[in-house]
């Protein structure tokens, strides 16, 4: 009775220690995603500073602030954390436009 007791305890123990390490895992990689969000939000948050300081933005400004929220809304939908808009967004804004130049 005693030893099964004991037996049972030193499951428990590594059960917890998997649990550990899969939870310490998950936060990793919730971590990197937190941090790439916020980088993006960085991004964002310049790119419309920059068109707002500019009475006129130049034709090299809109296609930065572009490829900014581009990148922004491909990563949300990557992560899942922006629901089905982010994905609608991401699929509109992977096509190349259609004034792009193609550069040889």
Known sequence: LIQDKEDEIVQHEKDQASADAQRAGT??????NAADLEAALEALNGAI????????PSFAQVQSVAETVRTAA????????AGEAAAKAAAFLQQAPANEVQMQ
Do not use: F, I, N, Q
């Open 49 to 56: 500073m920059t068109l707002k300081a500019s009475k006129k």
């Open 74 to 81: 491909l990563l949300a939908d990557a992560l899942g954390v």
């Open 27 to 32: 936060k990793k990689e919730y971590d990197a």
